[in-house]
């Protein structure tokens, strides 16, 4: 079983940064994605960032890519998201998530554990 909490969020001015922390509880194992979704009120929650724990291999969204950084340190069981040059469509509740699928899976059912969530809000 695998416990994540998200800390971080809050509120900025666009153009301003953020760093969410994601702590895992439990065992992570190499080949788990860990993955930030968002969503935002009335849209459907999309994958924009994720990192192979053990590879370190990442994927960006488009809408995010050059803007954002997913890392991950081991010693401490966390993952990150450095979130810079954030826009209004940033704002959304931001979650934490690990897949113990192969690859990199884009599916918010491809899943297993959640976090409970950290708002963002990028004010224009």
């Known amino acids: 079983q695998v416990q994540l909490v998200e800390s971080g969020g809050g509120l900025v001015q666009a153009g301003g940064s953020l760093r969410l922390s994601c702590a895992a509880s439990g065992r992570i194992f190499s080949n788990y994605a860990m993955g930030w979704f968002r969503q935002a009120p009335g849209k459907e929650r999309e994958l924009v960032a994720a990192?192979?724990?053990?590879?370190?291999?990442?994927y960006y969204s488009d809408s995010v890519k050059g803007r954002f950084a997913i890392s991950r340190d081991s010693a401490k069981n966390t993952v990150y998201l450095q979130m810079n040059s954030l826009k209004p469509e940033d704002t959304a509740v931001y979650y934490c998530?690990?897949?113990?699928?192969?690859?990199?899976?884009?599916?918010?059912?491809?899943?297993?554990?959640w976090g409970q969530g950290t708002q963002v809000t990028a004010s224009s």
């Open positions: 998530a690990a897949s113990g699928r192969l690859g990199i899976p884009s599916r918010r059912d491809d899943y297993d554990y």
């Open positions: 990192i192979k724990w053990g590879a370190g291999r990442t």
